[in-house]
């Protein structure tokens, strides 16, 4: 099967700094990851596309220079919480499409947990 | 604009009972429909979805969801309730070809009562 990683699962952090999270396909080559962000007891709202080797495409409302995302490879996808504040602090979760489009359901990866304090 | 709606934040069902958890959609075209689960603190598990063919769709751990077009509904239902299965369950719409955006209802929190 398709798996996603992310890493690291849980993190806490100061106010101002800043916080890179990544995901990762493992066994296949996602060409387009998909960040979301999810509030307590919420839906997962889509904060970005990432496409390998271009620049991400931004939901709106979603600060393009709070939320930087790296698509540097087939495999490897990071989103950088820059300046952090504690209304960043949320359920962050990955996942990708495979590229066979055999599958069309996206796969997740298990969370990132991000605490500023 | 696609949309989802899950019309209810909960749904409490006895254990061995069955159990059907409530889903509209609004899509342009025709609707790719997923139905994922989240445990506390995890990322989502792919279930079952409807991309074509027969309504009725079978998925992991005896879930099933009914494809009704006229009623744009994707209910997700299973025969006999487990107490494992309370989770909190997503329904997600987006439309068909390439890649599309997924847009994901609000989520139902299943509660199996022993």
């Not at chain 1, 997740?108 to 304090?117: A, I, M, N």
């Not at chain 2, 959609?25 to 279930?47: A, K, T």
């Not at chain 2, 879930?63 to 006229?70: D, L, R």
């Amino acid at each position: 099967g398709a798996v996603v990683s992310q890493h690291p699962s849980r993190v806490i952090c100061k106010s101002g700094t800043s916080v890179k999270i990544e995901c990762r396909s493992l066994d296949f080559q996602a060409t387009t990851m998909f960040w979301y962000r999810q509030f307590p007891k919420k839906s997962l709202m889509l904060m970005a596309t990432s496409n390998e080797g271009s620049k991400a495409t931004y939901e709106q409302g979603v600060e393009k220079d709070k939320f930087l995302i790296n698509h540097a490879s087939l495999t490897l996808s990071t989103l950088t919480v820059t300046s952090a504040h504690p209304e960043d602090s949320s359920f962050y979760i990955c996942s990708a499409n495979h590229p066979s489009q055999r599958d069309h359901e996206q796969y997740f990866g298990p969370g990132t947990r991000l605490t500023v304090t | 604009a696609q949309s989802v709606a899950q019309p209810e934040d909960q749904v409490n069902v006895a254990e061995g009972n069955p159990l059907t958890v409530k889903c509209t959609y609004s899509v342009s075209g025709n609707p790719y429909l997923f139905w994922y689960v989240q445990y506390p603190n995890r990322g989502l598990q792919f279930l079952l979805k409807y991309i074509t063919g027969d309504n009725l769709v079978k998925g992991s751990y005896g879930f099933e969801a009914e494809f009704n077009k006229s009623q744009t509904s994707f209910h997700l239902k299973k025969p006999s309730a487990l107490v494992s299965d309370s989770a909190l369950y997503f329904c997600a719409v987006r439309a068909s070809g390439g890649y599309q955006k997924v847009t994901f209802g609000t989520g139902t929190k299943l509660q199996v009562i022993p």
